[in-house]
DNA sequence: GATTATTACCCACTATTACCCACAATTCTA
DNA sequence: TAGAATTGTGGGTAATAGTGGGTAATAATC
């Protein structure tokens, strides 16, 4: 365990049950919410997911909201990323509740592919997950490779 | 539940009452009213909604309408703002009592969504809400693509 | 001052949520 | 490898939240 704070990693499979509960998985937990207040942040992702923020990131994003002026473009975009985010903490098994707008909108079933995205955690239906992929990677190859110069040591 | 002091997240569905009663969010009432004095600000909002505030957030409203010069365009906006503002407290079950000129003013029915807007609440009649998102997206859809960009982490 | 209208307070019912416990499966440890 | 601890999943129950309506207190009207 212990890789540098809040830095999230790996694929892990779970299930929401008829409740709409998910488990965290337990590797995650730590950097969820490391001063153990037990709480952090869920909204809607850019894609077709649920994110997971934890609580010092989330806060980054709602400072720069703040800071923009009040216009009417603002607040509408402010509206809609706000009202399908709220403040989450974990029951005594770990799990998280989901709302059924986010279950919705994620297009989530049973089964969940839960993915650690280094500054956040992301809530997969598996299939649209690997739909979405195949998609953009054969779209985007000279992207990817590119990237990959980039970055890769 | 301590998140960070005022935030408000997250979309609730309520009914206004032949009272002319809602319900705040109980997630919402610690914060809107953290000193446990009850009381808090209710005003038109911007766009066709009512927004209901802390007092902490209302308090820098005014400061900032104070700082304004005297003209008489900001003259006629400081009034426009304040003459429907009003001190308000729910009862023991939670809810407000919202005027019949609010109520007129947002064209609220007996369905209504109350909106957490990060430092204060917004109380909309879901179709005007609806319309209005739509045709805000569509027409500024290069605002929303660059605010994301800037802001979503 | 009596009557009516309006507002605020109180109580009650139902649905939802949060909390608790249980247990199987997996991982860790000695 | 056996026992112990942790993790993932399910479900029951107590507490809370949301809604409606009645009645007393207050204000308005005549």
Known sequence: MSTSPNTFTGEYSYTVDPKGRVNIPAKFRQALTPENNNTFAITKGMDRCIWVYPFVEWNKVLEKLRNEPSSQVNRAFTREYSRFASIASYDKQGRILLTSELITFAGLDRQVTIIG?????????????????????????????????????
């Open 117 to 153: 995205m280094i500054n956040k955690i992301e809530i997969w239906n598996p299939n649209i997950l690997k739909n979405f992929d195949q998609q953009i990677e054969s779209e985007h190859t000279d992207a990817f490779d590119e990237l990959a110069e980039k970055i890769i040591l």
